[in-house]
């Protein structure tokens, strides 16, 4: 099932995503429910949209945290001229930091050099702590697209990763959450990210240093996870600078395409930023 988050003029609601290509002969729709899964036991309401006429939002704004996973392929560690961690290294990133497909990735005129990094993201369906190995397949909801989005210049000047991995905007998820795959089934998938239609990136998720069940038990070792937090699982190699004008899109196999216009002013100018009203 595809779980997806979506404004049609009013507030946020959530749907059951059916794609045409699944079969049927149907365009690509929304199953309204009655509230967010997450959260709450629903139901289809048996409303049904288009998906061409709904804004997908952020699949899930995360309670209270975004979990990131620093260098658990070795080959992008290898590129940044850093070792692989002996355990995962873990960082935080704001909720504020999160927007939805089609949104846009807004460059701070304190950086010239925003990064991409699409990553596979695991959405915690309950409240956890020092999940063992055997149940972490219990506190998952389900998967969905990440960019973690870096401000390399200052990350390196920082040592904390706070403010480079922090930015409102830098948290891109979408397009809709999946929850229907096995751990087995997450743990082969290819992803891959393009510039302006161009591959940056191609990995899988075979690759990882450190398995999301074992991410899940560490993780949880030191901290508790509320439904709707998302652990963002690492990079595959190929990172790089985006510039404003630029679109980035992430493709993972078996979940979707998350898309993002990059967008302010190029780097090296100044800027005043601005602050934009609008539902996340
Ligand atoms: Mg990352």
């Known amino acids: 099932m595809r779980i997806a988050r979506f404004a049609a003029g009013g507030d946020p609601q959530f749907g059951i995503v059916e794609l045409a290509e699944d079969g049927g002969d149907h365009p690509d ?35 209270s945290k975004v979990v990131a996973v620093g260098r658990n392929f ?72 990440a960019n973690d989005v870096t401000a390399r210049d200052l990350q390196k000047t920082d040592g904390q990763w706070a403010r480079a991995k922090g930015y409102d905007t830098f948290c891109p998820l979408g397009p809709w959450i999946t929850t229907h795959q096995s751990l087995e089934e997450v743990a082969d998938l290819q992803i891959r990210t393009t510039l302006d239609g161009e591959e940056r990136q191609h990995g899988s998720t075979n690759l990882m240093v450190f398995s999301i069940p074992e991410l899940v038990v560490y993780i949880s070792s030191f901290t508790t996870l509320l439904p709707g937090d998302v652990i963002l699982t690492g990079t595959p190699a190929g ?31 100044s800027s005043t930023p601005s602050i934009k009203g609008s539902v996340r």
Do not use: W
Request: with cysteine; net charge negative.
């Open 239 to 269: 990172v790089g600078a985006m510039l404003p004008g630029q679109e980035v899109s992430i493709e993972i196999e078996g979940i979707g395409t998350l898309t993002n216009p990059v967008a302010g002013s190029a780097p090296g100018a």
């Open 29 to 63: 729709t929304v199953a309204v429910l009655t509230g967010d899964p997450i959260a709450m036991p629903v139901q289809l309401t048996g409303e049904r949209r288009e998906l061409d006429a709904v804004r997908l939002l952020a699949p899930v704004i995360p309670r």
């Open 74 to 145: 070795a080959a992008h560690a290898a590129e940044l001229g850093n070792d692989v961690p002996t355990i995962p290294l873990t960082f935080f990133k704001p909720n504020t930091a999160v927007i939805g497909p089609g949104e846009s990735i807004i460059y701070p005129p304190a950086s010239n050099e925003v990064s991409f990094e699409g990553e596979l993201a695991v959405v915690i369906g309950r409240i956890c702590k020092e999940v063992p190995l055997e149940r972490v397949a219990d506190v998952i909801f389900g998967y969905t697209i």
